[in-house]
């Protein structure tokens, strides 16, 4: 079974810090995708990572996929409230159809 | 209406009771999902569904049953649930349902099964 960690589990932090979350696991993926849901909501995608190494910037959100393809981390630059939500990491194989790994989460609440 | 919307988004049921979820997406997306998301959990693919057809059936006990009469429009028909199949259910679409692809979710239902 393929499995995604995710760490930490929950994060609080004050308005204007930074942060990381991690994502790893043991198995190579073809791509990892990143999520954020909010309260009452579904997931939404953030950014699709694809190739080892890969760095994608989101505003204050930065994106690495590990060069071997099984790891990923979200670092956010000067939290803000608006980043509270859970972040969900998920990772794809190629072939076949649509089967997303999707990790537990990282529960971010940013205080004023 | 845009984007995929699930109904309704609350549900509490009790043992022995029928419901049905709806999803339907406005996307002219080819495949249709089922996940279930409980507490401190990674979400659980529950079914897939590829041009009305059923192509993952992830070993989900049969008082869940899936019906998909058209690309658009997905339910999950439920029956004698269990106090344990209390979670939120999301519906998702994709572009074609090839690995890898966006997914875009529904806000999902919050079932309680007393």
């Known amino acids: 079974t393929q499995l995604l960690e995710q760490s930490p589990q929950f994060l609080s932090i004050q308005e204007g810090e930074n942060l990381t979350v991690y994502c790893n696991s043991s198995?190579?993926?073809?791509?990892l995708q990143w999520y954020r849901q909010e309260p009452g909501e579904g997931p939404v995608l953030l950014v699709t990572v694809v190739t080892g190494g890969e760095v994608k910037k989101l505003k204050r959100l930065t994106f690495q996929f590990g060069d071997a393809r099984k790891d990923s981390s979200l670092h956010i630059t000067a939290a803000q409230p608006g980043d509270t939500g859970l972040y969900l990491c998920a990772g794809a194989r190629s072939g076949g159809y649509n089967k997303l790994i999707f990790g537990a989460g990282t529960r971010l609440a940013v205080h004023p | 209406e845009t984007g995929v919307t699930q109904t309704p988004r609350h549900l509490v049921m009790g043992m022995t009771n029928k419901k049905s979820l709806k999803c339907e997406q406005h996307l002219g997306h080819n495949a249709m999902y089922w996940y279930k998301q409980s507490a401190k959990k990674p979400l659980e693919l529950m079914f897939v569904?590829?041009?009305?057809?059923?192509?993952e059936n992830n070993s989900v006990p049969s008082r869940f049953s899936p019906e998909c009469p058209n690309s658009s429009h997905l339910f999950l028909h439920l029956h004698t649930l269990q106090p344990e199949d209390s979670a939120l259910y999301l519906c998702?679409?994709?572009?074609?349902?090839?690995?890898?692809?966006?997914?875009?979710f529904g806000s999902g239902t919050q079932l309680s099964v007393l």
């Open positions: 569904y590829s041009l009305e057809e059923r192509v």
């Open positions: 998702a679409s994709s572009q074609d349902g090839t690995g890898g692809e966006k997914l875009f």
């Open positions: 198995s190579v993926f073809s791509s």
